[in-house]
């Protein structure tokens, strides 16, 4: 069995944490390969509620071998606390592995992160402020700091110095801000090598590895496919690439490798952060979503944006990652309505559009259009098999599939673990 991707397929928070945690305990390493910890992934474990920003799902599933690839940002403060916060709970996580190359959030792209969200003012992307952005700049830029750097300290302070050079004339002459001294930053920087060091290794080598001797290989996608650099609703996003090929770059493991790509995929719509998003509702079933859906941000708390389900995005979603499956969360949710509005098309300056258009202008026009599907009230969280589900909420999957282009191979009734109805198995 080769290698499955699970990634969002709309604006985050589909619920991937949970998705990823129910397939840890059969596969043998789940990885991180794009983000960092602008990333927050709820794992909820019997009474025990995880928030994960940073390490894989799969770290709460004991057989499973967590991996952070190359293509991830990583702040090592908030691993570090990360990790401890969760020994603390009694989380074995000694078997991370780490990237060398993947390239470290320092503390002057989380002050260039702030900074320049402010001075966007009302034009700000609504970042999660953790550095995201800037890191990848300086990736992308050529002068990022990598997890191997930590390892010597002259190539890191030559590294430093580089980085620092340009930044401190923005900070100090566009932004006003004190200039940032390369030796105290350096200083840090070294204090996280020897507690990083056990988990740094060459995981390019580990994950190839692994999949020649058929072990199961997840790689679990951070943000979600409209999050996307690349395709999603650009400049409203991230700064990596969430979609299916983001793991092959992020993880140093080849496409043919890949057998299987899973969408997860949310009942209704949500989004945090400013950017367009057609199906937004500013009435009380906004509110009503928000509330019985707990749709607040895991990472930085502010409330999130809620909408209806938005097919467009769905179909755009397969086909930019080629999607093989769809993973339906949270349709427990939509309980007590008695008409479902699901967005099958869009309305721009006048015309009927079936798929995402590509120009911004246009995405930014775009108006809903609206197929109402019946209702149910009955409570869906015990469900554990879809003849289980009352007719009109199995006529509600049923349509989300046909309207979405992959088949909807699993259903969440419930945050836990086992409420969920498996309807093909993903292994
Ligand atoms: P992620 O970023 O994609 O991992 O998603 P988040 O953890 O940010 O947000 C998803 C939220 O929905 C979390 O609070 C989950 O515990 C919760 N959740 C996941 N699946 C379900 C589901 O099927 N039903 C309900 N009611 N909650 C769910
Ligand atoms: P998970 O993995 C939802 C959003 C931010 C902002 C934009 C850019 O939990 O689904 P960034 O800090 O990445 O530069 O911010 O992206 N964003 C997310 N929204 N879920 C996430 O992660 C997100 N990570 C970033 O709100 O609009
Ligand atoms: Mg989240």
Not at 115 to 123: A, I, N
Not at 214 to 231: A, C, N, P, R, Y
Request: proline share 5%; with cysteine; hydrophobic share 35%.
């Amino acid at each position: 069995m080769p290698a499955l991707v699970l990634l969002g397929a709309q604006w985050g928070d589909e619920g991937k944490g949970k998705a990823t945690d129910l397939l840890g305990g059969s596969v043998d390493y789940v990885v991180r390969y794009q983000g960092g910890n602008n990333a927050g992934h709820t794992v909820v474990v019997g009474d025990q509620k995880y928030a994960l920003h940073l390490l894989p799902s799969g770290i709460l599933s004991p057989g499973c071998t967590p991996v952070i690839g190359n293509g991830v940002v990583v702040d090592p403060s908030v691993l570090l606390s990360e990790l401890s916060g969760l020994n603390e709970r009694g989380v074995d996580t000694s078997k991370l592995l780490l990237s060398g190359n993947a390239h470290i959030i320092t503390p002057y792209n989380v002050t260039v992160d702030k900074v320049t969200e402010r001075f966007l003012g009302k034009r700000k992307i609504g970042t999660t402020g953790r550095g995201i952005g800037p890191t990848y700049a300086d990736k992308i830029n050529r002068v990022g700091i990598r997890v191997q750097d930590l390892y010597d300290e002259s190539i890191l302070t030559q590294k430093v110095e580089a980085a620092l050079d340009a930044k401190n004339q923005i900070l100090t002459k566009l932004y006003n801000r004190r200039a940032i001294a390369v030796d105290q930053v350096v200083e840090e920087l070294l204090g996280y090598a020897d507690k990083l060091a056990p988990y740094v290794a060459d995981t390019v080598l580990v994950l190839n590895e692994a999949l020649e001797q058929d072990k199961v290989v997840l790689f679990e996608g951070g943000q979600g496919t409209l999050l996307d650099i690349d395709h999603g609703t650009y400049p409203f996003v991230t700064s990596s690439n969430p979609t299916a090929g983001g793991a092959c770059t992020g993880t140093g493991v080849g496409p043919t490798k890949i057998s299987r790509v899973i969408g997860i995929l949310k009942a209704y719509t949500t989004r945090v952060g400013s950017g367009p998003f057609p199906t937004e509702l500013f009435d009380e079933d906004g509110e009503a979503l928000r509330r019985i859906g707990g749709e607040r941000g895991v990472t930085t708390g502010r409330d999130r944006r809620c909408g209806w389900f938005d097919a467009v995005i769905a179909r755009y979603a397969t086909r930019v990652n080629g999607l093989t499956d769809f993973f339906l969360t949270k349709l427990d949710v939509l309980t007590g309505w008695e008409q479902i509005p699901v967005c099958v098309a869009y309305e721009i300056d006048g015309r009927r559009v079936e798929e995402l258009p590509y120009s911004q202008t246009d995405f930014h026009h775009a108006k809903p259009v609206y197929e109402m599907l019946p209702g149910w009230s009955e409570d869906i969280s015990k469900a554990k098999s879809f003849s289980d589900l009352p007719k009109n909420a199995q006529g509600y999957v049923k349509a989300l599939e046909e309207m979405s282009g992959a088949p909807i191979s699993a259903i969440g009734v419930g945050p836990g673990r086992d409420e969920t109805i498996e309807i093909n198995s993903f292994l």
